[in-house]
């Protein structure tokens, strides 16, 4: 079945530090979603990707669609404390069936 | 609007006992999910809907059942509960259309003994 991978699984960084995180899936996926978890809460949606070598920004936030539709990846600039928590890829295949990899936890520090 | 709502929010059960986690969303939307998280890991999707009447099986669907009499309600059904499914349940939902964002809820946390 289809499998959606991220690394690295843990990213300790200092603030003001960048900090990247990969997404693959073994299929080719139709769009991909990027969401974060605080500790203890539940996942935020961030922003979806649809078409093949998208990019998109959100303020210190850069998201990439891969050319082949079957990466991704989420990079901040100058993270800051805010920016601490678990941050999720999950695609779907063209069914609204989505699959979310297994997380990057960022954690920050001052 | 409350968006997607979750009861309970923790609950420990003891081995073979059932129950049903319940999920509501006052957003109108066609499609509602079901995942667990277990500790330190990823969303696993157990169930899924995209409407009123129309349910299909996520990635671990075993030992759960779900149903959709409305639009708006979602139950989580646990037959037999097992160590196994001490985890962390999420219910979310979304909108029918291409740009299909999901709201969660904010979990039930459930333990089995």
């Known amino acids: 079945g289809q499998q959606v991978m991220q690394i690295p699984q843990y990213q300790h960084v200092q603030e003001g530090e960048d900090f990247t995180t990969y997404c693959n899936s073994s299929t080719t996926l139709s769009n991909i979603q990027w969401y974060k978890q605080r500790p203890g809460g539940h996942p935020v949606f961030l922003i979806q990707?649809?078409?093949?070598?998208e990019v998109k920004k959100q303020k210190r936030l850069t998201f990439q669609f891969g050319e082949a539709k079957k990466n991704s990846s989420l990079h901040i600039t100058a993270t800051q404390t805010t920016d601490v928590g678990t941050y999720f890829c999950a695609g779907t295949s063209g069914t609204y069936k989505y699959i979310f990899g297994t997380g990057t936890r960022l954690k920050v520090l001052a | 609007n409350a968006g997607v709502t979750q009861t309970p929010k923790f609950r420990i059960l003891k081995i073979g006992q059932s129950m049903t986690l319940q999920c509501a969303q006052d957003?109108?939307?066609?499609?509602m999910y079901w995942y667990r998280q277990d500790p330190g890991m990823g969303l696993k999707l157990i169930y899924y809907?995209?409407?009123?009447?129309?349910?299909d099986k996520g990635e671990v669907p075993n030992g759960y059942n779900v149903s959709r009499s409305t639009t708006e309600d979602f139950p989580l059904r646990l037959e037999l509960a097992a160590p196994s499914q001490t985890s962390v349940y999420f219910c979310?939902?979304?909108?029918?259309?291409?740009?299909?964002?999901?709201?969660f809820g904010p979990g039930t946390r459930l333990t089995v003994l």
């Open positions: 979310a939902s979304s909108s029918r259309g291409s740009y299909n964002e999901q709201f």
């Open positions: 990707l649809v078409k093949s070598g």
């Open positions: 809907s995209v409407g009123a009447g129309i349910t």
């Open positions: 957003m109108n939307h066609n499609y």
